[in-house]
Nanobody
Framework: VHVTESGGGSEQSGGSLRLSCTVS???????MGWFRQAPGKEREGLAA???????AYADFVKGRFTISQDNNKNTLYLQMNSLKSEDTAMYYC??????????????????????????WGQGTQVTVSS
């Protein structure tokens, strides 16, 4: 499974960006999600979605970020509104082919696992200026 992010860039505070993630084989992905990592900080989970459309969000993005998927295009999206300077980070997409990831999706998001069956992209940079 290959994962490729796009759509990052620079935006002013209060603006919006939509990130895209192409997953080569969504049929093998039980869970997909968005994560980010700012310099000097740990990676944090933002939003996740299961094959059946169930979603989970980190509390700090609820109401501002929305995850969605287009299975016809094998693409995952993250719509980010009301951007803040603290949203500046490298944003990553991940797809997990383990059934266990869906047992508790919010926990998968919090753990941001690295396993042989968790596939990560190279990231796309988002910079928000105040």
């Amino acid at each position: 499974v290959h994962v490729t992010e796009s759509g990052g860039g620079s935006e002013q505070s209060g603006g919006s960006l939509r990130l895209s993630c192409t997953v080569s084989d969504t049929a093998r992905a039980y869970c997909m999600g968005w994560f980010r990592q700012a310099p000097g900080k740990e990676r944090e989970g933002l939003a996740a979605i299961m094959r059946d459309g169930s979603t989970a969000y980190a509390d700090f993005v609820k109401g501002r970020f929305t995850i969605s998927q287009d299975n016809n295009k094998n693409t995952l999206y993250l719509q980010m509104n009301s951007l803040k300077s603290e949203d500046t980070a490298m944003y990553y997409c991940a797809a997990d082919s383990r059934r266990v990831c869906g047992v508790k999706l919010i926990r998968w998001l919090q753990l941001h696992p690295v396993t042989p069956r968790t596939y990560w992209g190279q990231g796309t940079q988002v910079t928000v200026s105040s």
